[in-house]
């Protein structure tokens, strides 16, 4: 089911560390193509500007800015894809694709593609409040597909550390969270130091 209309949701998951303390709150979103092409095009049409996005996979961490507002967004066989102009674009499967009847997808493969899981998260930071808040995708055989950080009251964009926070930049987390999660901004998100050592 695609957005809106939410009552307030509590997360689906929460990861403790061996002390009990919270690591993260995670919030199932539907994996299908319907629920992940509204929401992408929610992040990438109205919080493009403060987001940073792509992959992390074993060894490796991409952080990309969008360099602009997306000139195109359009889905075709499964695949959503954001066109930036000038600034290059990108393609990510989160439906059936099936390629063409002369060039077909093999069954295996479209499940590997096909996205098996979605979720919103709020990480926590060492002093135990929250730091940093976005959206993770996996495919059909759990491995890492993209990863959106939202804008962070603790990271300049010049993504140098902030030395005071700036809670304003919670605006895409409460956006996305009150359309998607039904949840109102909260206090909770005010109280961190950020990341912060010592």
Not at 70 to 98: A, S, W
Not at 136 to 141: D, I, K, P, R, V
């Amino acid at each position: 089911m695609p957005e809106e209309s939410f009552s307030r949701r509590e997360p689906t998951e929460i990861i403790r560390d061996d002390q009990g303390a919270v690591r993260r709150e995670i919030w199932a979103l539907g994996a299908d193509e319907a629920t992940l092409e509204a929401f992408l095009r929610d992040v990438f049409e109205n919080h493009w500007a403060g987001i940073r996005f792509g992959p992390l996979i074993e060894g490796a961490a991409y952080e990309w800015r969008c360099p602009g507002a997306p000139q195109k967004i359009g889905l075709t066989d499964g695949y959503l894809t954001v066109m930036f102009g000038h600034g290059g674009h990108f393609h990510l499967c989160i439906g059936e694709n099936r390629g063409s009847e002369r060039f077909p997808v093999a069954p295996e493969l479209t499940l590997r593609r096909k996205p098996s899981k979605a979720q919103l998260f709020r990480g926590y930071g060492r002093d135990g409040k929250p730091a940093t808040w976005g959206f993770e995708m996996w495919n059909g055989a759990g491995e890492p597909m993209i990863s959106i950080f939202f804008a962070n009251p603790f990271i300049e964009d010049d993504d140098s550390l902030s030395a005071t926070p700036d809670f304003s930049r919670l605006a895409t987390w409460r956006a996305v969270s009150k359309r998607w999660l039904g949840r109102d901004p909260e206090a909770l998100d005010e109280e961190g130091r950020g990341f912060a050592h010592g």
